[in-house]
């Protein structure tokens, strides 16, 4: 899920993440809401129509969540210093 805001950094809305995640909406509906790493914004949805697929008929705005900048951060910097460690280690604990 990281990996698709570090390559198209735009809020995704609870059925996008739903579909990457395989979680309920539930489950993610309380997880974005109460996290102070994820920030809440509003991103527009087609509404398509029954008859005819194709036509879009409306558009909605609803809730969206990205993480904040601050999470991001502190990912990426982890995520480099267990790369570094990771070059730099023989498998025996540091500086073996």
Known sequence: MLT????RPKARTVSEI???CK?????IRK???HSPKISV???EVLVR???YPGHVHQTRLVDAFQPTRVWL???????ERAETWRKNSTGRGFGG
């Open 31 to 33: 997880v974005v809401w």
């Open 49 to 51: 129509s029954k008859d």
């Open 73 to 79: 951060v502190e990912v990426i910097k982890t995520a």
């Open 23 to 27: 979680l309920s909406a539930t489950i």
């Open 18 to 20: 739903r579909d990457e």
């Open 4 to 7: 698709l805001y570090l390559e």
């Open 41 to 43: 914004t509003k991103t």
